[in-house]
């Protein structure tokens, strides 16, 4: 009984976990979409020429620093990474959930899923 107690409420902060990850995401990303175009909605896209992300959008600080001065680029991709942090944090509060229950099997597959995730974020560069 009290093991299932248990249980219901971790699936509960699971499930709140991964619904605020996804909200608070949605409400970067919108913000940053409104300030976008507040700012660049008039200006006319030209196609003929290719031009990638700026460099300040394709690191962590350059990202930071970009949301920290309400730019629509940079809360947009902090918005992304927001999502993409969600899974991450999951991953992460499973391991300390099992390791409360001294679960050592399923303590043993979640750190095994974290290095998976994490080399595939960071490993290729």
Do not use: C, K
Request: aromatic fraction near 8%; charged fraction near 15%.
């Amino acid at each position: 009984m009290l093991r299932e107690r248990g249980e219901r409420r971790f699936e509960q902060l699971m499930g709140n976990l991964l619904r605020l990850g996804v909200l608070s995401s949605a409400a970067v990303v919108l913000a940053g979409a409104v300030v976008y175009l507040v700012r660049h909605g008039g200006s006319t896209p030209h196609y003929q020429v290719f031009r990638g992300e700026p460099g300040d959008l394709r690191s962590l600080p350059g990202i930071l620093r970009d949301a920290a001065s309400f730019q629509g680029r940079g809360l947009i991709q902090l918005g992304l990474l927001l999502l993409i942090a969600t899974p991450i944090a999951r991953v992460l509060f499973s391991v300390i959930a099992f390791l409360r229950e001294r679960d050592w099997l399923y303590i043993a597959f979640t750190l095994i899923v974290l290095g998976v995730l994490l080399y595939s974020l960071l490993g290729q560069h």
